[in-house]
């Protein structure tokens, strides 16, 4: 098994701004943390859209830790935790968007 001496991180950074959409994010990736068979990737964003019934806002990031067992086999696992605002609703507005106004909590395991 090849790995490199320094590393080969990589990270990427996005904006996307509009009237209304703003979406920012960065991601992470080290292939081999600390000259190991681990890998750790993470990533966070904010977004936020104007619909025209309701405002969304979300924050939240994603972290993945792997393992390479040999050149042909891997596992990784990881987390997803998330922040939703809904808010700004129309008048009138539907009961199904009134029972969502407000943050919610988001968390998902990744096998």
Known sequence: ???PEQGFESGEVRFEYSRLINR???SLLEPYLFGTDVSLQSSGYYYRR???NYAEQREGGRFTLGYRFN???GGSVGMRV???DITRPS???PPELIAALGDHFLYGPRV
């Open 50 to 52: 104007l619909f025209e």
């Open 71 to 73: 050149r042909y086999w």
């Open 82 to 84: 998330e922040n939703v």
């Open 91 to 93: 008048v009138p507005s």
């Open 24 to 26: 920012y994010s960065i």
């Open 1 to 3: 098994m090849v790995r």
